[in-house]
């Protein structure tokens, strides 16, 4: 389809005899709003990738709704966004095993009332897919699901954005695992993220100073080769 003025693509290369044997666009099926992907990652069961859309226009046949299962996977084809000049929901969308078959079979819009993107996603090899980027919602990212893990709320600044972590189950159905914000009072962006079994690692860029709400944390207290090392002279 014509999948927008910029379009997201997927493609699949065969290492074998190194030939394209998968691509598509992806994005507004009217052709008037850009999407794009940026994050790719294979997990046990599937293919995930995220990125950003401006559609409104969006269906069913470009987000299927999850197979069905026990649990409650997010889902929607309704794009938040209700500010002017900031209309774009991140994506994910997920092309199910087994190899070679490429079927879309799982997607879904997150996101507020002005615009966010997902720009990486990464696996830990057992069984949940990280995504992170960044959102300039006042809603649709942060909800305390799990009191055991790491979690800020989103904030109602206005011209400002946070960092995010989202995580899915790698399922037969996707469920929810874990979406909390990342910042402090200005501006941040997650630009990539990673993961094991044990722990997640999670870079990006921040405008907060740690007086304006940014969560450094210090790895060691007992050594004095860590970049919170001055603020910890200055501010015992």
């Not at 690692?201 to 790895?219: K, N, V």
């Amino acid at each position: 389809t014509v999948a927008g003025p910029v379009s997201a693509i997927v493609a699949v290369v065969d290492l074998d005899d190194r030939s394209l044997d998968y691509c598509t666009r992806w994005g507004s099926p009217e052709g008037g709003y850009p999407s794009a992907a940026y994050g790719i990652v294979q997990g046990e069961l599937a293919m995930y990738i995220v990125g950003f859309t401006e559609a409104f226009d969006l269906t069913s046949t470009q987000l299927p709704p999850p197979p069905a299962g026990a649990g409650t996977s997010p889902h929607t084809v309704t794009n938040n966004s209700t500010t002017s000049g900031q209309i774009s929901d991140a994506f994910i969308l997920r092309y199910k095993a087994p190899y070679g078959n490429y079927v879309l079979d799982y997607g879904t819009l997150v996101g507020g009332n002005r615009s966010d993107v997902f720009l990486d996603v990464a696996y830990d090899g057992e069984d949940r897919l990280y995504m992170t980027g960044e959102t300039r919602s006042s809603f649709g990212f942060a909800t305390d699901l799990n009191p055991t893990l790491y979690y800020q709320p989103q904030y109602n600044y206005v011209d400002r954005r946070d960092a995010m972590i989202y995580s899915l189950s790698d399922a037969p159905r996707p469920l929810l695992y874990w979406k909390t914000a990342f910042g402090g009072e200005r501006s941040e962006r997650g630009w990539s993220i990673a993961a094991n079994e044990y722990e997640v690692y999670h870079c990006g860029a921040t405008s907060s100073q740690w007086t304006e709400a940014f969560p450094l944390r210090d790895f060691d207290p007992n050594t004095s080769v860590e970049f919170t090392e001055a603020i910890e002279t200055l501010y015992p």
